[in-house]
């Protein structure tokens, strides 16, 4: 597309962003402050991922982007053509295609491999947000790494609930050293993060906060010694593919109450539907 | 001043043109309760925030031993090592609980904030010891999980101490603790505060306007007056024959019941 840069950011904003994402990378968990631009959308649909999908973006890349696991919702469709128009970059829907996957609120079910990058959309970087309001006082808690509130949070959800209520945007150390956000992906996503092949990267563009997690770094959900951490799934099976161990997304069929059970990763569903086709075809 | 866990030499602060601290010399042994008394903007805050390194002075030194017997300089010590310090070996009683406490946290929370703080991960422990805070304060443990704001201002005031002292510390910083209470819950409140402090042998500074709070549980006592200490010694003896005529003052304007 002519009169703008390549991915649309100027050159000079992405070498500002590199350097943030360097930073983050080289402190695993630790949120790094950058000079969020405005995007030709509103705050809240991404731009924080879009800014760091931008910066990163080459001729040879190809990008995936998914919304809630989907790669067909309006959100998913819209970034993945803004950066086939911007900067002329191959698209794919299949995960193991892809080097560059820009994500909301979901971890693709297939594994992810060394040399691919995912790139999350943050809403609220910091995990302590709503629990300490003051912005200095989060950070002097990082700093000197007094995470004892997180656990207070817990402690309480425990106590009234009978279990930590949160099932998304479940809080996790990374390294053995920083509390981090891991934006609201399902808790059901979580063991996915530890010791991941693949770079993670985290952009929060109204907060203006950039973190990453490293390839092979561990990643550990908060729990108590007597209330591990498990991760929540909907009892049921998917009813396109059969998948029994993917995340479900519940969906309202008719005006009857009907209802059915289907992946939220559309990806890996029509793989899975594709791949029984064959055999069917086969047998 | 061997032994002394705390101790301060030639303190001096000034905001602007008001004095706040003026020379304070003042020695906190293991185990003793010391009452700091005057009339308001006598500096008993002021020497209290300087004392517990929540404020900076002008001019001299505040001493600390650690349990291992090491003496640190307070307000030359790093943020991570006193903040730790205020979590663990140290406790802080403010006149208003609403002020420590976590209004939106039940009460077992607010107890096992500082254990989880500390790094306990065993949510069972954690609300045993709870429990057991509860009992110790007078609370009883059923209302383990009920919010503060249900609590009476006396339960508030009991809380903030079970809050505080779950961890043991080995000083604790009381303001005004039984400030804004009536008189017949203060007087449990008192009670149960020396119970614990003799039980625990907990050394104690405790900054009063009340001379009667002072003399209920305080061992030594130094009376304030414009930033400057003008008498302390034995609580008895200072407040049964005052030597100073501010003191002769103050003790004389206590109302007989």
Same mark, same amino acid.
């Not at chain 1, 063991?191 to 203006?208: D, I, V």
């Not at chain 2, 020379?23 to 006598?42: I, K, Q, T, Y």
């Not at chain 2, 059923?142 to 009991?158: E, V, W």
């Given at each position: 597309?002519?009169?703008?840069?390549?991915?649309? @950011?100027?050159?000079?904003?992405?070498? !500002?962003?590199?350097?943030?994402?360097?930073?983050?990378?080289?402190?695993?968990?630790?949120?790094?402050?950058?000079?969020?631009?405005?995007?030709? @959308?509103?705050?809240?649909?991404?731009?924080?991922?879009?800014?760091?999908?931008?910066?990163?973006?080459?001729?040879?890349? &190809?990008?995936?982007?998914?919304?809630? +696991?989907?790669? =067909?919702?309006?959100?998913?469709?819209?970034?993945?053509?803004?950066?086939?128009?911007?900067? +002329? &970059?191959?698209?794919?829907?299949?995960?193991?295609?892809?080097?560059?996957?820009?994500?909301?609120?979901?971890?693709?079910?297939?594994?992810?491999?060394?040399?691919?990058?995912? %790139?999350?959309?943050?809403? @609220?970087?910091?995990?302590?947000?709503?629990?300490?309001?003051?912005?200095?006082?989060?950070?002097?808690?990082? *700093?000197?790494?007094?995470? *004892?509130?997180?656990?207070?949070?817990?402690?309480?959800?425990?106590?009234?609930?009978? #279990? %930590?209520?949160?099932?998304?945007?479940?809080?996790?150390?990374?390294?053995?050293?920083? @509390? !981090?956000?891991?934006?609201?992906?399902?808790?059901?996503?979580?063991?996915?993060?530890? !010791?991941?092949?693949?770079?993670?990267?985290? *952009?929060?563009?109204?907060?203006?906060?950039?973190?990453? &997690?490293?390839?092979?770094?561990? %990643?550990?959900?908060?729990?108590?010694?007597?209330?591990?951490?498990?991760?929540? #799934?909907?009892? *049921?099976?998917?009813?396109?593919?059969?998948?029994?161990?993917?995340?479900?997304?519940? &969906?309202?069929?008719?005006?009857?109450?009907?209802?059915?059970?289907?992946?939220?990763?559309? =990806?890996?569903?029509?793989?899975?539907?594709?791949?029984?086709?064959?055999?069917?075809?086969?047998? | 001043?061997?032994?002394?866990?705390?101790?301060?030499?030639?303190?001096?602060?000034?905001?602007?043109?008001?004095?706040?601290?003026?020379?304070?010399?003042?020695?906190?042994?293991?185990?003793?309760?010391?009452?700091?008394?005057?009339?308001?903007?006598?500096?008993?805050?002021?020497?209290?925030?300087?004392? /517990?390194?929540?404020?900076?002075?002008?001019?001299?030194?505040?001493?600390?031993?650690?349990?291992?017997?090491?003496?640190?300089?307070?307000?030359?010590?790093?943020?991570?090592?006193?903040?730790?310090?205020?979590? /663990?070996?140290?406790?802080?009683?403010?006149?208003?609980?609403?002020?420590?406490?976590?209004?939106?946290?039940?009460?077992?929370?607010?107890?096992?904030?500082?254990?989880?703080?500390?790094?306990?991960?065993?949510?069972?422990?954690?609300?045993?010891?709870?429990?057991?805070?509860?009992?110790?304060?007078?609370?009883?443990?059923?209302?383990?999980?009920?919010?503060?704001?249900?609590?009476?201002?006396?339960?508030?005031?009991?809380?903030?101490?079970?809050?505080?002292?779950?961890?043991?510390?080995?000083?604790?910083?009381?303001?005004?603790?039984?400030?804004?209470?009536?008189?017949?819950? $203060?007087?449990?409140?008192?009670?149960?505060?020396?119970?614990?402090?003799?039980?625990?042998?907990?050394?104690?500074?405790?900054?009063?306007?009340?001379?009667?709070?002072?003399?209920?549980?305080?061992?030594?006592?130094?009376?304030?007056?414009?930033?400057?200490?003008?008498?302390?010694?034995?609580?008895?003896?200072?407040?049964?024959?005052? $030597?100073?005529?501010?003191? $002769?003052?103050?003790?004389?304007?206590?109302?007989?019941?």
């Amino acid at each position: 597309m002519s009169g703008y840069n390549f991915a649309y @950011l100027d050159e000079q904003t992405k070498r !500002m962003i590199r350097r943030a994402i360097l930073k983050a990378v080289a402190i695993p968990g630790h949120q790094i402050p950058f000079g969020s631009r405005e995007m030709p @959308l509103p705050y809240g649909w991404g731009t924080g991922g879009i800014q760091v999908t931008a910066s990163i973006l080459g001729p040879p890349d &190809v990008l995936k982007v998914i919304d809630q +696991g989907a790669d =067909d919702t309006t959100n998913a469709v819209s970034i993945r053509r803004f950066f086939a128009r911007t900067a +002329g &970059v191959a698209t794919t829907t299949r995960t193991v295609d892809a080097t560059i996957i820009q994500t909301r609120h979901r971890i693709p079910e297939t594994p992810l491999h060394e040399g691919q990058i995912l %790139v999350y959309q943050v809403p @609220l970087p910091e995990p302590m947000a709503r629990l300490e309001p003051s912005r200095a006082e989060t950070t002097r808690m990082h *700093g000197l790494q007094e995470y *004892g509130l997180m656990h207070v949070k817990l402690y309480e959800d425990i106590a009234r609930y009978g #279990r %930590v209520a949160n099932s998304y945007d479940f809080p996790v150390m990374v390294n053995g050293r920083y @509390l !981090m956000s891991p934006s609201p992906i399902p808790a059901f996503d979580n063991p996915k993060l530890h !010791m991941s092949p693949a770079l993670q990267l985290f *952009g929060a563009g109204r907060e203006k906060r950039i973190y990453a &997690v490293p390839p092979y770094t561990a %990643v550990r959900s908060l729990d108590f010694d007597d209330h591990p951490f498990r991760a929540g #799934r909907a009892p *049921g099976i998917c009813a396109l593919c059969g998948a029994d161990d993917s995340y479900l997304d519940e &969906v309202v069929t008719d005006d009857q109450g009907t209802r059915m059970f289907v992946c939220s990763d559309t =990806d890996y569903c029509n793989e899975r539907a594709a791949a029984a086709a064959i055999q069917g075809n086969a047998a | 001043m061997s032994d002394a866990l705390l101790s301060a030499r030639g303190l001096g602060l000034t905001f602007g043109p008001i004095t706040a601290l003026d020379e304070v010399h003042a020695d906190l042994w293991p185990g003793e309760v010391l009452a700091v008394v005057g009339e308001s903007g006598s500096g008993k805050t002021t020497l209290l925030n300087v004392l /517990s390194g929540r404020m900076a002075p002008d001019a001299g030194t505040v001493w600390y031993r650690d349990p291992a017997r090491h003496l640190h300089d307070l307000h030359a010590m790093p943020a991570p090592q006193l903040r730790a310090l205020h979590r /663990s070996d140290w406790g802080f009683v403010h006149q208003n609980p609403r002020d420590s406490l976590r209004m939106r946290v039940s009460a077992g929370g607010n107890v096992g904030e500082r254990l989880m703080a500390q790094g306990i991960r065993h949510y069972g422990d954690i609300r045993a010891a709870a429990q057991d805070w509860l009992a110790q304060v007078e609370i009883d443990p059923a209302r383990i999980d009920d919010l503060p704001h249900t609590f009476s201002g006396g339960m508030l005031q009991r809380l903030q101490i079970a809050r505080t002292l779950v961890t043991h510390p080995r000083l604790v910083f009381m303001d005004e603790p039984t400030g804004g209470l009536d008189v017949s819950v $203060q007087a449990r409140l008192l009670d149960l505060i020396r119970t614990l402090v003799t039980r625990l042998g907990i050394a104690v500074v405790l900054v009063t306007h009340d001379i009667a709070v002072a003399r209920l549980l305080a061992g030594r006592l130094l009376v304030m007056q414009g930033g400057r200490v003008i008498e302390s010694g034995l609580t008895d003896q200072v407040l049964d024959d005052p $030597q100073h005529p501010y003191t $002769q003052l103050l003790v004389s304007s206590v109302l007989s019941a």
